[in-house]
């Protein structure tokens, strides 16, 4: 099994940055990709962005390209999400999810991430 703990997030301004932060412990090596999602009130779980253990291959939903960044500390286990240009709409709770070569997913406990206009 894979444990998640998060930190970072909170409230903050239109047009300002954050960073979240994902440490893994547990069965590390099984890891394949990491990854962030966000959901909003009344709203799907949706992906924004992830990245390979290699740390080469990344992927970013439309909306967040070019402000946001996913990157990773392997001698940390610890993924990162780098957010600057914050807009209202990407208030929400933030995930962080890891996936395994034989399937498995894992979530860490979410964070709320404000953005006031």
């Known amino acids: 099994q894979v444990q998640l703990m998060q930190s970072g997030g909170g409230l903050v301004q239109a047009g300002g940055s954050l960073r979240l932060s994902c440490v893994a412990s547990?069965?590390?090596?099984?890891?394949?990709?990491m990854g962030w999602y966000r959901q909003a009130p009344g709203m799907q779980r949706e992906l924004v962005a992830t990245i390979t253990m290699g740390g080469v291959g990344t992927n970013y939903a439309d909306s967040v390209k070019g402000r946001f960044t996913i990157s990773r500390d392997s001698a940390k286990n610890t993924v990162y999400l780098q957010m600057n240009s914050l807009k209202p709409e990407d208030t929400a709770v933030y995930y962080c999810?890891?996936?395994?070569?034989?399937?498995?997913?894992?979530w860490g406990q979410g964070t709320q991430v404000t953005v006031s206009s």
């Open positions: 547990g069965s590390i090596a099984s890891i394949n990709a």
């Open positions: 999810n890891s996936r395994s070569l034989g399937g498995s997913s894992y």
